[in-house]
Nanobody
Framework: VQLQASGGGLVQTGGSLRLSCVLS????????IGWFRQAPGKEREGVSG????????YYSESVKGRFAISGDSAKNTVYLQMNSLKPEDTAVYFC??????????????????????WGQGTLVTVSS
């Protein structure tokens, strides 16, 4: 299983970016995908997640209402649309797959320990 994250870049405060996570070796029809981020000097934190078939989603409080996660099963790709970006969104963003087939994403949490096969990450920088 491999994941390839892309779409990061430099954007001004208030701008938008769309991240992509391409999954290979497994199907979005069976696995949940999570987006995490890690800022310099900080721990990795869960940002958003989507269950297989898009049945459930999770958003951290810090991004709720600004970010939207979606999946395209035909392309085996999960997207993270990020709007109204803030400097505190600056981080390396990673996607990962929940190792439990058929697991759903809980609305209240995205446990780091459930996720495997981390991609290389994509850097998002939001300038003030």
């Amino acid at each position: 299983v491999q994941l390839q994250a892309s779409g990061g870049g430099l954007v001004q405060t208030g701008g938008s970016l769309r991240l992509s996570c391409v999954l290979s070796g497994a199907s979005l029809d069976y696995y949940a995908i999570g987006w995490f981020r890690q800022a310099p000097g900080k721990e990795r934190e869960g940002v958003s997640g989507i269950s297989s078939h898009g049945s459930n989603t999770y958003y951290s409080e810090s991004v709720k209402g600004r970010f939207a996660i979606s999946g395209d099963s035909a392309k085996n790709t999960v997207y993270l649309q990020m709007n109204s970006l803030k400097p505190e969104d600056t981080a390396v963003y990673f996607c990962a797959v929940d190792y439990r087939p058929g697991a759903t994403v809980a609305p209240g949490a995205l446990p780091l320990g459930n996720f495997r096969h981390w991609g290389q990450g994509t850097l998002v920088t939001v300038s003030s």
